[in-house]
């Protein structure tokens, strides 16, 4: 090393908020902080109050592509600290008032989340609704009730379990909750690349879509899979020709039943695509 260059400081601390369960990589600067510091940090969404937290044992490069926090301002100061407590407080009762005014007008919408934009200047109500709802009335009451600049925001299926949270399948915490900060494409196509059933049941997140996680290994079985024969075809081998009963992409075994009946395993790496038989001509 040159006697010149000064060492590199990590300067990256794990923090959490509120609003979210997720933990934020972000930049503390020449700030000496400790786990369970109360701090500031700036989000796309403005100047929010955050606690430090030991960082995870395992990092998803997921959780690190897009932080919703990118740097740390100061310490929280107790006036930070009674601001929070109080918009604590009043989300919760402008949660009650906006639910009651909904069930006075009979809109077709479900609230799932109240937030108080960091200075105060505006309140947001994420709802879901199947189509799109007439909520002008309910807006201009909660504005003259509220006296504050209210804005209405419909999120999906997906966006409500991320906020909600909850367990998944595998009995761990919902990917979008833990760590995930933006959804990837998931489609029926991943499910039959990676040889799953095609049940409803099986395959769907508690938000009632395709499960997030389909997406984790798609790449790997579609590169695993591309020397691979499909299952049905004839194929001829050193015991004579048979027909593909099984392929499993991750032990690389191929199942052939012979035309007597046995079955024979061959691993994928004696594989041959010229032994695959011809497709017959159709008629």
Known sequence: MNEHTEPIMNTMRSIKLRKQRRVFDCDAGELHLNIGDK???????????????????????????????????????????????????????????????????????????????????KIIFFFTAENRVDFRSLVKELAADLRTRIEMRQIGARNEAQILGGIGCCGRELCCTSFLHQFCPVTIKMTKEQGLALDPAKISGVCGRLMCCLSYEYETYAELKKNLPKIGKRITTSQGTGKIRQVNVITQKIL????????????????????????????
């Open 256 to 283: 052939i039943e012979m035309e007597d009946g046995h079955i024979v395993e061959m691993n994928a790496d004696e594989f041959k695509p010229e032994m695959l038989a011809p497709a017959q001509p159709s008629k």
């Open 39 to 121: 701090i500031i940090v700036e989000t796309e969404s403005g100047q929010q109050l955050g606690v430090v937290v030991p960082r995870p044992a395992h990092r998803c490069c997921a959780a690190s592509s897009s932080p919703a926090a990118n740097k740390v301002l100061r310490k929280a100061e107790q006036i930070d600290i009674r601001q929070e407590e109080l918009n604590i407080l009043k989300e919760r009762e402008y949660a009650l008032v906006c639910r009651k005014k909904i069930a006075e007008y009979n809109l077709p919408m479900k609230l799932i989340n109240v937030e108080i934009v960091p200075d105060g200047s």
